[in-house]
């Protein structure tokens, strides 16, 4: 080779190594960048069937696939490596031929020259020798804003190997609420209203957010208005919480309010006349945090907490197809009211459900087994991954048996590891005539383990948290998950119980939804959040303990009247928020306030709605208002709403009107015992709403009464109280 050809060799060979120190990473910058634009999104080509012939994995979880897909997939018609700027991948992201899309990028920018490099370059694919990306972290983590304060935010991507990148022109940043807080996809906010919320963003498998704190603009002279100083341990963290936001609290409830608050709370029904009575002759000034003892030790107490786990875990006959019976789901409710009873600790439930086997009767929870893995023969496909994972650490990952996870870190490989906890159950199903189901477990000879189906790779059992686990040949995966889940992940478990029970307790969780609890859905109030786990586990883990610790509380008891400054907060509990009745509690205080219970076939006169096993029997009250049927782990299954047809039921409504009228009923009984129109007036009042009857309402009947037809005025007064919002609310 002559001296003239080696140098042109030389310089040939120093310019393609210099050029490809700068080919962009497949991983680290192309298959982000197709994020970030919303090519691979689930409203363009991420969708199951693509976008007008061209099609990607949701938000790149199958990046091989991805790659063939844009590189190699009809004749590589995409990219054309001789002339990067012909590609009609690059044309069409840059509007110079037609996309219905639109214009994502321009030429000469900077995605743009990122493409066009990796085009030129051969369009390298996933380098399995590149460090994967450990974490990612928004940099500033928190914020205090003020309305109409823009402020930029970055992101910072952490890999194996210790290496960081700024990837913050690779991210896609939004708001957790958009009507407080404005984010553009480059990390640029505007704080709009006050409030509580967060930025996210997410890079490649990791996501990341950053707390924002929007005050509100009116300082607060003497702090939060309360009745004494706060001594409680909720207390003292949301009222610095809500001080540093300049937001006051609303008062604390007189104890009429109080009194019906919580027996509706504790126990499901409307305080009884003997008990408001006992009540107000107790002068002692501990008689609240004494009331609310008496509520917890209550079998009513037993019945509404019961319910509570019911829905919880999905208590009911099966869709198709059901085995089980009313007999049943009857068992099993039963089995829940014994643990509610006594006091059964929250992680010793679950392991006992988890690991349940035998038969229907003999072990009454395995039904819950019925309902989440039905007539599937491979649990690992079933609903059994999701709904456990849902019920018991408040973590949605339905969505990754397909896809990863698009708000959270856990990938397709993460569900298919944990499903394979499931792995070695089998359901026996015999028809009820011909004998019990069992649940068995099967110990195979082959490993515990399901294959991903679309890498087919097999994947032995892991939880959430990736640790490793080893299991013995004829060993039950799910005691290994068990012990994982009253182990490490304790305060996953506790803090998923805690965030349910306090949205029992005032109708929305410190997290909402409230059975979604990831990184990207922060706590209005994280410290709270944390102390509410803790005390949980403290006490035990009985649901009783943090009911009482609760309960007692200041937030707990204040009034649901806002203040001028605190009327437009909805979530930060600076007043007690206001929220309809469930259905059973609404239907039952019918019964309660009229003296008719409702009666329900198959179960014995005088059972009252809470206490109904199975939700699958037909009412047309209970339908409409909203409970839940327990197809799905979602409490978003049991509904709070109120809608038109409900206030045209309880108006309108055949059955109100013969119970106000019934013979056996309060009214009539009353009457019949010759007690006079107004006490039998004030006695009505104060069942349905559990205070005394304003004095000028009391004129007004008074009036009504010396004029009309003194049985017709009172029906009318007990049908004006069971259509009224304070009587259809909790306040």
């Avoid at 929250?346 to 038969?359: F, H, N, P, R, Y």
């Avoid at 649901?560 to 009745?581: E, V």
């Avoid at 809608?643 to 009984?669: C, D, F, M, Y």
């Amino acid at each position: 080779m002559s001296a003239r050809a080696l140098c042109i060799f030389l310089i040939a060979c120093l310019s393609e190594s210099g050029r490809a120190e700068t080919v962009p990473s497949y991983n680290r910058e192309i298959l982000p960048l197709l994020t970030r634009l919303g090519c691979n999104q689930g409203a363009c080509h991420g969708k199951g069937a693509g976008q007008n012939g061209f099609r990607l994995s949701l938000r790149g979880y199958a990046p091989e696939q991805d790659h063939a897909w844009l590189t190699k997939e009809f004749m590589a018609r995409r990219t054309d490596r001789a002339f990067p700027e012909e590609s009609l991948f690059l044309r069409k992201a840059c509007g110079l031929a037609p996309h219905e899309g639109g214009k994502l990028f321009s030429v000469g920018s900077r995605a743009y020259a990122h493409f066009a490099k990796w085009i030129e370059a051969g369009m390298p694919g996933p380098d399995s020798k590149e460090a994967p990306l450990q974490s990612l972290e928004i940099q500033p983590a928190s914020a205090v804003m003020q309305p109409g304060k823009i402020m930029d935010f970055t992101a910072m991507a952490t890999f194996a190997d210790g290496s960081k990148k700024d990837v913050t022109w690779l991210c896609k940043f939004d708001s957790n609420d958009s009507g407080m807080l404005d984010c553009s996809k480059s990390g640029q906010a505007r704080a709009l209203r006050p409030g509580i919320t967060a930025i996210r963003s997410a890079y490649g498998s990791e996501v990341a957010t950053s707390a924002i704190r929007i005050p509100y603009t009116k300082n607060i002279v003497n702090g939060p208005v309360t009745e004494q100083p706060p001594q409680h341990p909720i207390d003292k963290i949301l009222g610095a919480r809500l001080k540093s936001l300049s937001l006051p609290t609303s008062a604390i409830c007189d104890d009429f309010t109080f009194m019906r608050r919580s027996t509706l709370d504790a126990t499901g029904l409307l305080p009884t006349q003997d008990q408001i009575r006992i009540f107000f002759e107790d002068k002692s000034p501990e008689r609240r945090a004494a009331y609310i003892d008496q509520l917890l030790q209550s079998s009513a107490f037993v019945d509404r907490w019961t319910l509570f786990l019911a829905d919880l875990l999905q208590n009911r006959k099966e869709r198709d197809h059901d085995v089980r019976g009313a007999q049943g789901v009857r068992s099993f409710h039963s089995w829940l009211r014994e643990k509610v009873m006594a006091d059964t600790p929250w992680d010793q439930i679950t392991q006992e459900v988890l690991t349940a086997k035998g038969s229907v009767k003999d072990s009454p929870q395995v039904g819950y087994y019925l309902v989440t893995v039905g007539e599937n023969q491979d649990p690992t496909r079933s609903e059994i991954a999701a709904s456990s994972a849902q019920a018991f650490l408040g973590i949605r990952i339905g969505c990754a048996q397909c896809h990863n996870h698009p708000l959270e870190r856990y990938t397709q490989d993460d569900y298919y590891h944990y499903a394979g906890f499931f792995s070695r159950l089998k359901l026996d199903r015999k028809e009820p005539e011909k004998g019990l189901t069992h649940l068995i477990f099967n110990q195979a000879d082959s490993k515990p383990g399901t294959n991903q189906p679309r890498t087919g790779q097999f994947l032995a059992p892991q939880p959430l948290d990736r640790s490793k686990t080893t299991f013995e040949k004829d060993s039950d995966p799910r005691k290994t998950l068990a012990i994982w889940m009253i182990g490490p992940a304790r305060n996953q478990l506790a803090s998923a119980m805690a965030n349910r029970i306090w949205r029992e307790l005032f109708g929305r969780g410190l997290v909402e939804p409230v059975d979604d609890l990831r990184a990207t859905n922060p706590p209005v109030d994280p410290e709270l959040f944390n102390l509410l786990a803790k005390e949980l586990d403290k006490g035990g883990m009985s649901i009783r303990h943090l009911v009482r610790f609760v309960m007692n509380s200041q937030t707990y008891q204040r009034s649901s009247t806002t203040l001028p400054d605190n009327s437009d907060d909805f979530k930060l509990f600076s007043h007690y928020p206001a929220r309809r009745l469930p259905a059973e509690q609404l239907l039952d205080a019918i019964g309660q306030v009229t003296g008719i219970p409702d009666t329900f076939p198959g179960y014995p006169l005088g059972i009252r709605a809470q206490q109904i096993p199975d939700p699958t029997f037909p009412s047309y009250f209970l339908k409409v208002f909203g409970r839940s049927e327990r197809v799905t782990a979602c409490a978003c299954e049991r509904e709070g709403e109120v809608t038109l047809p409900q206030l045209l039921h309880l108006q309108n409504n055949v059955e109100i009107q013969a119970k106000i009228r019934n013979s056996q009923g309060v009214l009539k009984t009353a009457m019949a015992k010759k007690i006079p129109s107004l006490e039998i007036a004030r006695a009505l009042h104060q069942s349905a709403l559990c205070r005394p009857m304003d004095p000028k309402v009391l004129l007004i009947l008074e009036k009504e009464l010396a004029s009309n037809n003194p049985e017709d005025v009172l029906a009318d007064l007990l049908w004006a109280l069971l259509n009224s919002k304070e009587f259809a609310f909790q306040h």
